[in-house]
């Protein structure tokens, strides 16, 4: 009897082979194994409940053509599914698969899918919402495109890396992507517009994101309800998968381990994987060596915070979307004091227009500065480029005669430079401007000690704890 289900099955595999991709077939039936063929029905086994609901949802018609052409009309297919059993004690740490006795006949040919059935009900399989639905909700927010994802200097490397993997994902160098940086730099922001003009590209792809504080509940959920593996199966279907805050993963060692999995799956067929932290790969404490090793594997950019014309564009894109009205001066006032983050910025037009709307007020200059104190209350008020240069001559021991002189000695330089980036980030001051102050340089060599700094920053661990000890010095007051 099982001779004959296995010859049958055979037949059936080389018809389905013919119509689906190598992959699918791989991965979809290639598992499933033939048990018995009692008059016109075939029964088979399949991993898990998930593999099966997957069978239905997407290879039904498939099933339902072959089977026929096999057995003929009244032919009918039995699942068999697999079910993992609880390992009893801890010191039998392998969980065994036994099948279950779910020999539920489907029901007899109906109008759309006469080979469907219902399965025997398996306690608390990991199933996402919409998972049945052919359609897997890729939890995206909509309002994160790239539309309003203003580019500058600050994210472009991370941005136009985003642009392209939303071209061809999972077909670029860029694989995984590793965006890193402080709170309210628009990790988040980034990562769902690369998933959303994915969609928007290749509707046909199945993109999910997720923070890495939710992965690490749904793990945890289905170890308790025994469904590891249909919980690694599942996220080792999706074609993107976006993973926020990746830094939450640190010191969980068993979810670090799922996810190793999970990337290595996706990472060898092909799939896309983007990872957003607040700290470079390098830096990542309590990260397993193999999973920090692959992060590293595709791209790691950086997003910096904006510069003073990157925060101008940012506040008037933020109008504009909002059909708000405010005065360029005010848009300028709002960019020259609050230079933390984006989120912080955005904070500060919304308390002034929320503050000129309570009060029926016009949004002026004196409400900018009334409104603005609660934000800059803890930062320097304004920043000049002579404190700036104040600070890095502290800092590095130099005197201020040194930093303004021609001195090609190469820590004199790097002072220089950092006083020119940090002019450039933190005043309203052009690259002219700030060349004539700092050692009567012109804007390309501005320019060019901008570019410096930030390519050390990325490639140097030294040099980027004296950026963000520098950083500190300049912003707190
Ligand atoms: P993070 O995840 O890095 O903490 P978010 O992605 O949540 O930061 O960004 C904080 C806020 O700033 C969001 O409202 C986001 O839309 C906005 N934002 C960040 N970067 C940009 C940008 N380049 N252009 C426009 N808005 C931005
Ligand atoms: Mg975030």
Redesign the pocket.
């Known amino acids: 009897m099982r001779d004959k289900a296995e010859y049958i099955w055979k037949n059936c595999l080389n018809f389905i082979k013919d119509n689906i991709s190598e992959h699918a077939f791989t991965t979809w039936f290639k598992p499933i194994v033939p048990i018995a063929l009692e008059k016109s029905m075939l029964t088979i086994q399949v991993p898990s409940k998930f593999f099966y609901e997957w069978l239905e949802e997407h290879y039904i018609r498939l099933l339902k053509v072959v089977l026929q052409k096999e057995l003929g009309h009244e032919a009918r297919l039995v699942y068999n599914i697999l079910m993992e059993k609880k390992a009893e004690q801890d010191s039998h740490p392998h969980t065994m698969n036994i099948p279950s006795i779910g020999k539920e006949k489907m029901r007899p040919q109906e109008v759309q899918a006469p080979l469907s059935l219902k399965p025997r009900e398996i306690k608390n399989p990991f199933i996402i919402p919409g998972l049945r639905k052919i359609h897997i909700d890729a939890q995206l927010n909509p309002?994160?495109t790239f539309t309003?994802?203003?580019?500058?200097e600050?994210?472009r490397l991370a941005r136009s890396a985003g642009l392209a993997i939303a071209r061809r994902p999972g077909g670029t160098a860029f694989n995984p992507l590793f965006i890193y940086?402080?709170?309210?730099?628009?990790?988040?922001?980034?990562s769902n517009a690369i998933g959303l003009e994915v969609k928007e590209k290749h509707p046909y792809k199945t993109v999910l994101y997720l923070s890495a504080e939710r992965f690490t509940q749904q793990f945890i959920e289905a170890i308790k309800n025994n469904t590891r593996n249909d919980f690694i199966h599942f996220y080792q279907m999706i074609d993107v998968l976006i993973v926020?805050?990746i830094h939450f993963l640190a010191s969980k060692k068993a979810t670090q381990e799922a996810f190793f999995h999970i990337f290595n799956h996706l990472h060898q067929s092909g799939k896309q994987l983007i990872m957003?932290s607040d700290k470079p790969p390098i830096d990542m404490q309590d990260m397993e060596q193999r999973l920090i090793s692959r992060f590293k594997w595709g791209l790691s950019a950086e997003?910096h915070t904006?510069d003073y014309e990157?925060r101008i564009e940012?506040l008037k894109?933020?109008i504009y979307k909002d059909g708000l009205s405010v005065e360029e001066a005010i848009v300028e006032y709002i960019a020259k004091y609050i230079h933390t983050?984006?989120?912080e910025?955005?904070g500060a037009l919304i308390s002034l227009v929320a503050q000129a709307s309570l009060n029926k007020k016009e949004i002026t200059q004196k409400l900018a500065e009334q409104t603005l104190i609660n934000f800059i209350s803890n930062t320097r008020k304004e920043i000049s480029i002579d404190q700036i240069k104040k600070i890095i001559c502290d800092y590095f021991k130099i005197s201020a005669e040194q930093i303004q002189s021609k001195t090609r000695k190469r820590d004199i330089v790097q002072a220089r430079q950092l006083a020119m980036y940090f002019a450039k980030e933190y005043t309203g001051a052009s690259l002219s401007n700030i060349g004539e102050k700092i050692g009567q340089r012109d804007h390309a060599t501005v320019l060019h000690a901008c570019k410096t700094i930030k390519n050390l920053s990325e490639t140097d661990k030294m040099f980027r704890y004296y950026i963000s000890d520098l950083r500190k010095k300049i912003t707190t007051p």
């Not at 309003?148 to 500058?152: L, R, S, T, V």
């Not at 940086?181 to 980034?190: A, D, E, M, P, S």
């Open positions: 309002h994160y309003h994802f203003i580019e500058g600050s994210n940086g402080n709170v309210g730099l628009g990790k988040t922001h980034l926020d805050d957003t997003l904006p990157t940012i894109s933020k983050n984006v989120r910025l955005e």
